[in-house]
């Protein structure tokens, strides 16, 4: 998912191609009153994918309520990236959104050449960063591992395993952690992490199922699934073995009752939002990180509607009582979770 080096050459190349490279506005597209504007730019098409499907709803948000207009330029890979970008330079709007750490080269440059252009990158942040480049992160590792404690309480087998798009310093922040949190409470758990890879490895739900029951065939009964639009297929191995599973972003207990546990959620939407009405209020630049004591991150298990979510971990008040104690104490310093990106 890195953008590769030849990135650059596909950016020099851009003044000779039309306008708009490979995005796409469609339903996407929004009209406004206060003469603001905001064009948001996926690494992939969102489709079924949960967080892209956050991202525009945080960005649709903030637009709503400043009168802006909104436009979605959906990439499909690095030169559409770029070349989406590089339309929305030309638009000229009041901020640039890109998603994902697959804006960290493009965001790298494209700022310093557009100094009056606003950037906002979500979920990640280009090194060297520019003046007029906001970023907002998270620390997705500290809900994974109070995903973790609940796997370590919940296993009967002592086997845990994570399905992950890729092998990648930024997706293991959802498996060490949440092989710690599990550690934490059962010290003899052992824990696997298996990849989707491909071509398509954030949206194959075939090769995340088959993932999965690798997983359940090696005796694992809790899978974390942290392959995006492909954690569908974890799910339905989960059902057809008698396992177990966790989702990430949102509440994905819905996508298969009665299988699913709890979800590594991320607030995406609330964090975007409110960083886009920053951008337009007139502070720029700098880096916001969202972690527990924020409330950007967290479990269903914590939420008030819990018992309403469809998650399973509703029925063990237990387990739940136990991921509200780690929690205080990940936020009152008392436990510090490794973060595998820094490591």
Not at 330 to 338: C, D, Q, R, S, W
Request: one cysteine or more; charged letters at 15%; aromatic letters at 6%.
């Amino acid at each position: 998912m890195r953008i590769t080096p030849a990135l650059a050459v596909a950016a020099a190349l851009l003044s000779l191609t039309a306008c708009g490279g490979g995005g796409t506005t469609g339903s996407g597209a929004t009209t406004g009153t206060s003469g603001k504007s905001i064009i948001l730019i996926t690494p992939n098409p969102v489709g079924t994918n949960s967080f892209l499907q956050l991202s525009v709803k945080g960005a649709e948000a903030a637009a709503k309520e400043i009168g802006a207009s909104f436009k979605l330029y959906e990439s499909k890979d690095p030169t559409s990236i770029a070349q989406n970008v590089d339309a929305a330079v030309r638009a000229k709007p009041t901020v640039v959104v890109g998603v994902s750490f697959s804006f960290d080269d493009v965001f790298t440059t494209v700022p310093k050449q557009h100094p009056r252009q606003q950037f906002l990158q979500v979920d990640s942040c280009a090194k060297d960063q520019a003046p007029n480049l906001a970023c907002v992160s998270f620390k997705e590792h500290e809900a994974a591992y109070l995903a973790g404690v609940e796997a370590g309480l919940l296993t009967k087998s002592g086997k845990i395993g994570v399905v992950a798009a890729l092998d990648t310093p930024f997706i293991h922040r959802w498996i060490e952690p949440f092989f710690a949190g599990a550690a934490s409470v059962k010290q003899d758990v052992t824990g696997t992490p298996l990849y989707v890879g491909g071509n398509n490895p954030f949206s194959d739900p075939a090769r995340a199922k088959s993932q999965a029951q690798t997983l359940t065939d090696r005796g694992a009964d809790i899978a974390l699934a942290a392959a995006s639009a492909g954690n569908q297929g974890v799910f339905e191995a989960a059902a057809a073995t008698g396992a177990k599973a966790f989702g990430v972003d949102v509440n994905q207990c819905g996508q298969s009752a009665g299988n699913v546990i709890d979800n590594v959620l991320k607030h995406v939407d609330v964090a975007e939002s409110a960083a886009i009405k920053e951008i337009v209020s007139g502070r720029t630049g700098g880096v916001k990180v969202y972690g527990l004591a924020e409330g950007g991150v967290g479990v269903n298990a914590l939420e008030p509607d819990v018992a309403s979510s469809g998650c399973t971990v509703a029925g063990s008040p237990d387990v739940i009582a136990k991921v509200k104690q780690v929690r205080d104490d990940i936020v009152a310093g008392k436990v510090t979770v490794a973060d595998p990106l820094q490591g």
